[in-house]
T-cell receptor
Protein backbone atom coordinates (compact mmCIF):
# COMPACT_ATOMS: atom_id res chain seq x y z
CA UNK A 1 0.00 0.00 0.00
CA UNK A 2 0.92 3.65 0.09
CA UNK A 3 3.70 4.86 2.33
CA UNK A 4 3.65 7.70 4.82
CA UNK A 5 2.54 10.93 3.24
CA UNK A 6 2.90 14.47 4.49
CA UNK A 7 1.39 17.74 3.39
CA UNK A 8 2.25 20.34 2.48
CA UNK A 9 5.69 19.41 1.20
CA UNK A 10 6.81 23.03 1.47
CA UNK A 11 5.49 25.82 3.65
CA UNK A 12 6.63 29.40 3.89
CA UNK A 13 5.27 31.31 6.84
CA UNK A 14 5.79 34.81 8.06
CA UNK A 15 7.05 35.09 11.59
CA UNK A 16 4.13 35.05 13.96
CA UNK A 17 1.84 33.00 11.74
CA UNK A 18 0.37 29.68 12.80
CA UNK A 19 1.00 26.60 10.68
CA UNK A 20 -0.46 23.10 10.56
CA UNK A 21 1.44 20.15 9.15
CA UNK A 22 -0.35 16.94 8.28
CA UNK A 23 0.82 13.35 8.38
CA UNK A 24 -0.99 10.34 6.91
CA UNK A 25 0.66 7.21 8.30
CA UNK A 26 0.59 3.79 6.73
CA UNK A 27 -2.83 2.28 7.30
CA UNK A 28 -2.95 0.15 10.42
CA UNK A 29 0.23 1.48 11.94
CA UNK A 30 -0.15 1.90 15.67
CA UNK A 31 2.75 4.21 16.39
CA UNK A 32 3.34 7.66 14.93
CA UNK A 33 6.34 9.89 15.51
CA UNK A 34 7.19 13.49 14.69
CA UNK A 35 10.76 14.67 14.23
CA UNK A 36 12.39 18.01 13.51
CA UNK A 37 15.41 18.01 11.21
CA UNK A 38 17.47 21.15 11.02
CA UNK A 39 19.66 21.71 7.97
CA UNK A 40 22.67 19.41 8.03
CA UNK A 41 21.57 17.63 11.20
CA UNK A 42 19.96 14.37 12.14
CA UNK A 43 16.27 14.25 13.04
CA UNK A 44 15.37 15.23 16.59
CA UNK A 45 12.43 13.57 18.31
CA UNK A 46 9.42 15.75 19.01
CA UNK A 47 6.53 13.54 20.05
CA UNK A 48 5.06 10.03 19.86
CA UNK A 49 1.54 8.65 19.61
CA UNK A 50 0.30 5.17 20.21
CA UNK A 51 -3.04 5.13 18.43
CA UNK A 52 -4.74 8.34 19.58
CA UNK A 53 -2.81 8.64 22.83
CA UNK A 54 0.13 11.00 22.95
CA UNK A 55 2.50 9.03 25.15
CA UNK A 56 5.57 11.19 24.89
CA UNK A 57 5.84 14.87 24.07
CA UNK A 58 9.13 15.48 25.77
CA UNK A 59 10.81 16.65 22.58
CA UNK A 60 8.44 19.49 21.79
CA UNK A 61 10.64 22.59 22.06
CA UNK A 62 8.03 24.95 23.46
CA UNK A 63 4.35 25.30 24.24
CA UNK A 64 3.91 26.79 20.78
CA UNK A 65 4.14 23.26 19.42
CA UNK A 66 1.09 21.04 19.64
CA UNK A 67 0.33 17.67 18.05
CA UNK A 68 -2.78 15.59 17.86
CA UNK A 69 -4.00 12.31 16.41
CA UNK A 70 -7.68 12.31 17.39
CA UNK A 71 -8.79 9.13 15.61
CA UNK A 72 -5.56 7.21 15.79
CA UNK A 73 -4.65 7.65 12.15
CA UNK A 74 -3.95 11.09 10.64
CA UNK A 75 -1.87 13.41 12.78
CA UNK A 76 -1.40 17.15 12.74
CA UNK A 77 1.54 19.09 14.11
CA UNK A 78 0.63 22.68 14.81
CA UNK A 79 3.09 25.47 15.45
CA UNK A 80 1.72 28.69 16.80
CA UNK A 81 3.35 32.11 16.40
CA UNK A 82 6.16 30.70 14.27
CA UNK A 83 9.70 31.93 14.86
CA UNK A 84 12.69 31.81 12.54
CA UNK A 85 14.28 29.07 14.62
CA UNK A 86 11.31 26.86 13.74
CA UNK A 87 12.59 26.65 10.15
CA UNK A 88 13.38 22.99 9.54
CA UNK A 89 12.12 19.85 7.86
CA UNK A 90 9.42 18.16 9.91
CA UNK A 91 9.41 14.41 9.46
CA UNK A 92 6.63 12.04 10.33
CA UNK A 93 7.19 8.32 10.78
CA UNK A 94 4.89 5.43 11.54
CA UNK A 95 5.47 1.95 12.85
CA UNK A 96 3.32 -1.14 12.88
CA UNK A 97 3.65 -1.76 16.60
CA UNK A 98 4.76 -0.21 19.84
CA UNK A 99 8.48 0.66 20.10
CA UNK A 100 9.14 -2.25 22.44
CA UNK A 101 8.31 -4.65 19.66
CA UNK A 102 11.14 -3.25 17.60
CA UNK A 103 9.52 -2.75 14.23
CA UNK A 104 11.09 -0.22 11.95
CA UNK A 105 9.78 3.25 11.45
CA UNK A 106 8.70 4.27 7.96
CA UNK A 107 9.34 7.90 7.21
CA UNK A 108 7.38 10.36 5.16
CA UNK A 109 9.01 12.82 2.75
CA UNK A 110 8.84 15.64 5.27
CA UNK A 111 7.49 19.17 5.25
CA UNK A 112 10.10 21.88 4.76
CA UNK A 113 9.03 24.89 6.81
CA UNK A 114 10.68 28.23 6.17
CA UNK A 115 9.81 31.10 8.49
CA UNK A 116 10.65 34.51 7.10
CA UNK B 1 20.31 10.34 28.13
CA UNK B 2 21.26 8.28 25.15
CA UNK B 3 23.50 9.90 22.58
CA UNK B 4 24.64 8.82 19.15
CA UNK B 5 27.90 10.05 17.64
CA UNK B 6 28.94 9.91 14.02
CA UNK B 7 32.46 11.25 13.86
CA UNK B 8 32.73 11.40 10.07
CA UNK B 9 30.74 14.32 8.63
CA UNK B 10 31.78 13.29 5.10
CA UNK B 11 33.15 10.18 3.45
CA UNK B 12 34.07 9.38 -0.10
CA UNK B 13 34.44 6.04 -1.86
CA UNK B 14 35.31 4.90 -5.35
CA UNK B 15 32.62 3.02 -7.18
CA UNK B 16 32.91 -0.75 -6.56
CA UNK B 17 35.09 -0.22 -3.49
CA UNK B 18 34.22 -0.74 0.17
CA UNK B 19 33.60 1.96 2.74
CA UNK B 20 32.92 1.87 6.47
CA UNK B 21 30.89 4.47 8.32
CA UNK B 22 31.44 4.81 12.05
CA UNK B 23 28.92 5.20 14.83
CA UNK B 24 29.22 5.09 18.60
CA UNK B 25 26.48 5.44 21.17
CA UNK B 26 26.14 5.92 24.86
CA UNK B 27 23.57 4.09 26.93
CA UNK B 28 23.01 2.36 30.23
CA UNK B 29 20.24 0.20 28.80
CA UNK B 30 20.70 -3.46 28.00
CA UNK B 31 17.77 -3.89 25.64
CA UNK B 32 17.84 -1.68 22.59
CA UNK B 33 17.91 -1.51 18.80
CA UNK B 34 20.35 0.10 16.41
CA UNK B 35 19.61 1.25 12.89
CA UNK B 36 21.28 2.73 9.86
CA UNK B 37 19.05 4.96 7.75
CA UNK B 38 19.83 6.38 4.31
CA UNK B 39 18.52 9.78 3.24
CA UNK B 40 19.16 10.56 -0.45
CA UNK B 41 19.03 14.22 -1.45
CA UNK B 42 15.46 15.53 -1.23
CA UNK B 43 14.13 12.04 -0.73
CA UNK B 44 12.66 10.03 2.08
CA UNK B 45 14.65 8.39 4.82
CA UNK B 46 14.76 4.65 4.33
CA UNK B 47 15.99 1.88 6.57
CA UNK B 48 19.23 0.22 5.47
CA UNK B 49 19.83 -2.25 8.25
CA UNK B 50 18.89 -2.93 11.87
CA UNK B 51 20.48 -4.76 14.78
CA UNK B 52 18.93 -6.00 17.99
CA UNK B 53 21.32 -5.58 20.90
CA UNK B 54 20.63 -9.06 22.26
CA UNK B 55 21.83 -10.65 19.03
CA UNK B 56 25.55 -11.29 18.86
CA UNK B 57 25.54 -12.01 15.14
CA UNK B 58 26.14 -8.99 12.97
CA UNK B 59 23.25 -8.08 10.67
CA UNK B 60 23.74 -8.18 6.91
CA UNK B 61 21.55 -7.02 4.03
CA UNK B 62 23.06 -7.76 0.64
CA UNK B 63 25.99 -5.32 0.22
CA UNK B 64 25.40 -3.76 3.64
CA UNK B 65 26.71 -5.22 6.87
CA UNK B 66 27.39 -3.98 10.36
CA UNK B 67 30.12 -4.49 12.90
CA UNK B 68 28.32 -4.40 16.24
CA UNK B 69 30.60 -4.22 19.24
CA UNK B 70 28.28 -4.07 22.25
CA UNK B 71 30.95 -3.67 24.91
CA UNK B 72 32.55 -0.84 22.98
CA UNK B 73 29.14 0.62 22.09
CA UNK B 74 30.15 0.76 18.47
CA UNK B 75 27.96 0.11 15.43
CA UNK B 76 29.70 0.67 12.10
CA UNK B 77 28.20 0.18 8.65
CA UNK B 78 30.16 -1.43 5.85
CA UNK B 79 29.06 -0.90 2.26
CA UNK B 80 30.66 -3.32 -0.18
CA UNK B 81 30.85 -2.88 -3.97
CA UNK B 82 29.69 0.73 -3.64
CA UNK B 83 27.32 1.99 -6.29
CA UNK B 84 26.50 5.50 -7.45
CA UNK B 85 23.04 5.09 -5.96
CA UNK B 86 24.56 4.66 -2.51
CA UNK B 87 25.40 8.36 -2.40
CA UNK B 88 23.33 9.88 0.41
CA UNK B 89 23.34 11.01 4.02
CA UNK B 90 23.59 8.05 6.36
CA UNK B 91 22.22 8.30 9.87
CA UNK B 92 22.94 5.96 12.70
CA UNK B 93 20.07 5.67 15.16
CA UNK B 94 19.48 4.14 18.57
CA UNK B 95 16.26 3.22 20.27
CA UNK B 96 15.71 1.57 23.61
CA UNK B 97 12.67 -0.60 24.11
CA UNK B 98 10.16 2.04 25.03
CA UNK B 99 11.76 5.25 24.02
CA UNK B 100 12.11 7.47 21.05
CA UNK B 101 14.69 7.14 18.32
CA UNK B 102 17.93 9.08 18.72
CA UNK B 103 19.87 9.94 15.59
CA UNK B 104 23.45 10.87 14.98
CA UNK B 105 24.36 13.98 13.01
CA UNK B 106 24.88 11.97 9.85
CA UNK B 107 27.65 11.14 7.40
CA UNK B 108 27.47 12.39 3.84
CA UNK B 109 28.70 9.66 1.51
CA UNK B 110 29.97 10.54 -1.95
CA UNK B 111 30.54 7.80 -4.51
CA UNK B 112 33.04 8.61 -7.23
CA UNK B 113 32.61 6.98 -10.65
Amino acid sequence: GAGVSQSPRYKVAKRGQDVALRCDPISGHVSLFWYQQALGQGPEFLTYFQNEAQLDKSGLPSDRFFAERPEGSVSTLKIQRTQQEDSAVYLCASSLTRPRQGHEQYFGPGTRLTVT
Amino acid sequence: AQTVTQSQPEMSVQEAETVTLSCTYDTSESDYYLFWYKQPPSRQMILVIRQEAYKQQNATENRFSVNFQKAAKSFSLKISDSQLGDAAMYFCAYRSADHDMRFGAGTRLTVKP
